[in-house]
């Protein structure tokens, strides 16, 4: 099922709202020729060598074609299509590395607007945006990033088609006991690496655990959300919200700043939601607010995190975007049929979600391309630490200077 044949169904239904009438170009959406393709381009010997190999963030490459002030990145069809419907993306690009199923990055007539579908999953988040950074077709170093893609979001925090704005991304890197062997008194199966117990503050560290984005920028990107219209849903994700009878599940869709949570396993369930809820507490040392559920951002923070080592890209420079598509857990529905409604695209809020993807970043993005002269400048510089659990960007890495984390051992 296609974005496109989910709206018409929409529209044809008298539950919702015109939502086709909300993508007027939608004869957009398949794109029936691009008007140039550059195939691994123009790899000549001179603009594969880095052009100073002294310090850490001296490595760009000459002569590199693109330089885009806005990159959208998706991880799958669902998420890509309403910006693709959108968003006039006429240049086609392959790179080698990128996904087999999303081969090309698309970008519009003055390669100012690209986007790149990395592909589900953590692996395929971490390769792709590693071979988009190190690509010498690329200039990075101006760009801003948009991760935008749909999420489960805990009920204790937010609701279906609500569109969140992370600080923290929060990789769930533990150890697991299945449930039916759990020792005595424990309430979750989870500990974290090295510890004895749940609670427990992680022994061995990948890195990855924690990142932590450009608040400034993160709170324009909301602010620009929040007045944007969003849409409300079908009139079944209204009846699954009142199943709730609390807020903020039984409201209706907001814009809102709260942390996102990485982890290849797609999980449901209350108490595993406490259990990361917890895990995000411990891990920040009570600075993150965990809210949605997703399965890439900490791997494509990491190979951007790389990236921005080498001053390949700035890591002041990214937006993590997720928007509610399914409830973390139901009150009324046992587990299983949680994931039947979450699965069906007319009653579950994957449309919601994928709707208001593109209808909350809107402004943003329009914001960024009219006014980059501002936002290249520093206008939303941040005044916050900004990195991963290593402190791997250090202070000399850009001219700014970052505050020193509230978490870590660093
Ligand atoms: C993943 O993201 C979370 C939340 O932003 C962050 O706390 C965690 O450190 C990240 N992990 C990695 C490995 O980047
Ligand atoms: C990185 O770039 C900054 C600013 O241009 C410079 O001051 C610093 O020396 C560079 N660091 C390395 C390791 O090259
Ligand atoms: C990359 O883009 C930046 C910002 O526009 C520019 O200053 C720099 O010279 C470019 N680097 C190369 C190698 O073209
Ligand atoms: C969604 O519902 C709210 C509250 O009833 C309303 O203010 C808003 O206009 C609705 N949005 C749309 C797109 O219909
Ligand atoms: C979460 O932490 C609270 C407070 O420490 C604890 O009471 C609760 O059992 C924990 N929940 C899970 C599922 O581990
Ligand atoms: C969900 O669980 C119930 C109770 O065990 C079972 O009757 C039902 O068939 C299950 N549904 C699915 C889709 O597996
Ligand atoms: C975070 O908590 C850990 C474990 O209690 C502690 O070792 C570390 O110093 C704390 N970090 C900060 C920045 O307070």
Redesign the pocket.
Same mark, same amino acid.
């Given at each position: 099922m296609n974005f496109k044949a989910i709206l018409s169904a929409l529209a044809a239904s008298t539950h919702v709202a015109n939502a086709a009438a909300l993508f007027p170009s939608s004869s957009l959406l398949f794109k029936p020729s691009y008007s140039s393709i550059a195939s691994p381009v123009s790899a000549t010997a001179s603009n594969l060598t880095p052009v100073a190999t002294a310090g850490l963030n001296s490595t760009i490459y000459e002569n590199p074609t693109y330089s885009p002030k806005v990159f959208i990145i998706n991880m799958f069809t669902l998420e890509r299509e309403p910006f693709i419907l959108s968003y006039d993306l006429p240049n086609e690009i392959t790179i080698p590395g990128l996904s087999p199923v999303y081969n090309t990055i698309l970008c519009d007539s003055n390669y100012d607007l690209c986007q790149i579908t990395v592909g589900e999953g953590e692996i395929n988040a971490a390769s792709s945006l590693t071979a988009l950074s190190l690509s010498t077709s690329f200039n990075l170093t101006s760009t801003f990033f948009l991760i935008a893609g749909i999420a489960g979001i805990s009920p204790l925090k937010g609701t279906i088609g609500d569109v969140t704005f992370a600080r923290f991304a929060i990789q769930i890197l533990e150890y697991e006991v299945d449930a039916r062997d759990l020792p005595i008194n424990w /309430?979750?199966g989870y500990f974290a690496l090295g510890s004895n117990s749940?609670?427990e503050y992680p022994v061995n560290i990948y890195g990855t655990e924690v990142f932590e984005l450009n608040v400034n920028l993160r709170n324009r990107a909301l602010e620009l959300a929040q007045e944007a219209l969003l849409y409300n849903g079908t009139l079944k994700n209204e009846e699954f919200r009142e199943t709730y009878n609390y807020a903020p599940a039984n409201r209706t869709p907001e814009a809102i700043p709260c942390d996102t949570l990485t982890g290849d396993t797609y999980w449901f369930g209350d108490?595993l939601d406490?259990?990361f809820s /917890?895990y995000t507490n411990l891990i920040t040392n009570g600075t993150g607010n965990y809210c949605t559920t997703q399965q890439e951002d900490n791997a494509s923070l990491e190979a951007l995190l790389r990236a921005a080592m080498y001053g390949l890209v700035d890591f002041s420079r990214i937006v993590v975007m997720r928007t509610a598509s399914d409830f973390t857990y139901s009150n009324d529905y046992s587990g299983n049929l949680t994931v039947e409604f979450f699965d069906d695209v007319y009653q579950g809020g994957v449309t919601a979600s994928v709707v208001n993807l593109y209808y909350a970043s809107k402004p943003f993005i329009t914001d960024i391309l009219e006014n980059f002269e501002s936002y290249d400048s520093g206008l939303y510089n941040p005044d916050n630490y900004i990195g991963d659990f290593f402190n791997s960007l250090g202070d000399d890495v850009t001219i700014r200077e970052w505050g020193t984390p509230e978490w870590g051992t660093a």
């Open positions: /309430n979750t749940p609670g108490r406490e259990s /917890n």
